[in-house]
């Protein structure tokens, strides 16, 4: 179903259309992913960028860290 068409512009810049920035919620915070699919089709999809706010928490152990030490150690490596 076609919904809109833009126009590539110099440096092969475009814009998304506003029915579909609304459709899929798509803001300045959304990366683009293009692709083609294996039967040759292009496809595109819309991903939110990931923010630390959003990875932080989601690995937990009991052991304790130190953030300056770890850093010390990646550097001795």
Do not use: H
């Amino acid at each position: 179903m076609m919904i809109a068409n833009t126009k590539i512009y110099k440096n092969f810049q475009t814009s998304i259309p506003k029915e579909v920035r609304e459709a899929f919620d798509i803001n300045d915070d959304t990366i683009v992913e293009w692709g083609i699919t294996d039967d040759g089709q292009p496809e595109v999809n819309f991903r939110n960028k990931v923010k630390l706010d959003d990875i932080i928490g989601i690995v937990k152990t009991e052991e304790v860290t130190n953030s300056v030490e770890l850093k010390k150690e990646v550097y001795r490596i």
